[in-house]
């Protein structure tokens, strides 16, 4: 039986906005992850489309404010807030000037931003490295 590939669906008419805005942008590229569609700028994701909404990459320290604004709400894809991504839904982005002001805001940040390490094969992260000998607790008396 032949694989079949599972289409995750994102908004293709927002993708074709986004498109035509960094058309004369250097370096970019698109990358289907996260159930929809990134758009990398200087091999860093920049920003994106998660079903219906703008996934912005973002300054983490300018979150709450931007959060303030319509239409924005915190990116929680494993359950938790990623710290330097939002939704913005369709209110607040509607018109061309807001819609342009959360671009500026991705490619801004995208000019700072430092790029995703690339996870070696076969290689044991240091986070993930395992102690041997006795793990347990003596309690303090």
Known sequence: MPLTKIVMPYNDMLADRIRERLANIPKVREVEMMGGLAFMVNDKMCVG???DALLCRIDPRERDEL?????????AFTGR????????????????????????????????AKRARKKSKGKTSKG???RSGNTSRKSKR
């Open 49 to 51: 489309i998660f079903k």
């Open 128 to 130: 993930s490295a395992t």
């Open 81 to 112: 807030p990623m710290k330097g991504l939002v939704l913005v839904d369709d209110s607040g982005m509607r018109s061309t000037k807001d819609f342009e002001f959360w671009i500026k805001c991705c490619l801004d940040y995208n000019k700072i």
């Open 67 to 75: 959060l303030e604004r319509p239409g924005c709400t915190v990116m």
